[in-house]
């Protein structure tokens, strides 16, 4: 079986895509940028490349919302959020017509809704226990950039729309503002590929983390959150992800993409060129060659 760096090195070359630009500090990402890493179940964890430069979270902190949220209301945020894919773009200005709620917590009308569902009974409150859950997921201190948080704020017309929609229909109990100003934060916050693996991994072992061996979140929710991963965590290339690669998985404008594959490993992904649908082209590729590796295929046969 090749090494991870051999596996890594093997899409170096890979070319296509482009980075996104929705803000500044995005379009200024180096395309070259490549790295990965996987968690293993003991907690060994294995990187290669550019595993360790720091990026922001964006996208991929949406399983990490809807956990927190599942958490602190006990189950209840089902309540108050979909879990069925769109089919759509993760930033259309949809909900769901008969109830007035997003669709899932992947899409952006979903997680700015599980952002401002964790406890707290201010923004600032809920962005402290935000990052306090996704510092345990990864098993170190994480933070939010501000520079890029007040970007988020400033270029994110599409979330403000989402936001008031919400609110007109009764959905979102924050005002417009204050919601899309704790979404920014959590989307902001700074991780590398080794944490983003960490953060899988604990998803992957039933919301144990296997490097510090804290139990963050019940295996009821990781078990939730990593099956709506499953259907809607690629947007509307959920369905293609999952029959070439078949590992649940978050992608991320930023080029990151994580997975958890239940039992097995925790892994992460950085390369900023993206696809058509918001997915980095080498993240794909280096996936689908790990799953086919280590045999995560959910529906592959293992006879």
């Known amino acids: 079986m090749p090494s991870l760096d051999a596996l890594r090195a093997s899409f170096v070359s890979t070319r296509g895509g482009a980075v996104d630009d929705s803000i500044p ?18 907690g060994e964890v294995v990187a290669s490349g550019d595993a360790e430069h720091p990026f ?30 769109t089919g759509e773009a993760f930033d259309a200005i949809k ?23 964790v406890d707290g009974d201010s923004g600032d409150a809920r962005i402290h226990r935000i990052l306090a859950g996704l510092s345990a997921f990864a098993g170190r201190e994480l933070d939010y950039d501000r520079e890029i948080s007040e970007s988020e704020q400033l270029h994110g017309d599409r979330n403000h729309a989402l936001a008031h929609l919400m609110r007109s229909e009764g959905t979102l109990d924050e005002t417009a503002d204050e919601a899309v100003a704790v979404y920014a934060r959590a989307c902001s ?7 983003l693996a960490v953060m899988g991994a604990t998803l992957a072992f039933g919301g144990r983390n296997p490097v510090t061996g804290e139990r963050v979140v019940s295996a009821e929710v990781a078990r939730d959150v990593v099956s709506v991963m499953a259907t809607c965590g690629v947007y509307d290339g959920s369905g293609r992800w999952m029959r070439s690669v078949g590992v649940p998985a978050k992608s991320s404008v930023s080029g990151a993409i994580m997975l958890a594959a239940p ?16 997915t980095s082209v080498r993240g794909e590729a280096l996936s689908r060659a790990l799953a086919e590796q280590h045999g995560l295929h959910s529906f592959g046969y293992r006879g």
Do not use: C, H, Y
Request: aromatic share 4%.
């Open 263 to 278: 039992n097995r490993l925790g892994a992460a992904i950085i390369s900023p060129p993206l696809d058509e649908l918001g």
């Open 25 to 42: 500090q995005l379009a200024e990402a180096d395309p070259d940028l490549f790295g990965v890493a996987l968690v293993r179940p003991e």
């Open 95 to 117: 909900l769901e017509s008969d109830t007035g709620r997003p669709p899932n917590p992947m899409v952006n009308a979903g997680a700015l809704l599980t952002a401002n569902l």
């Open 56 to 85: 922001s979270i964006q996208s991929a902190v949406k399983p990490f919302l809807f956990a927190l949220a599942l958490a602190d209301s006990d189950g209840a945020a089902l309540d108050r959020v979909g879990i069925e894919p």
């Open 189 to 195: 916050v700074m991780v590398d590929a080794v944490a």
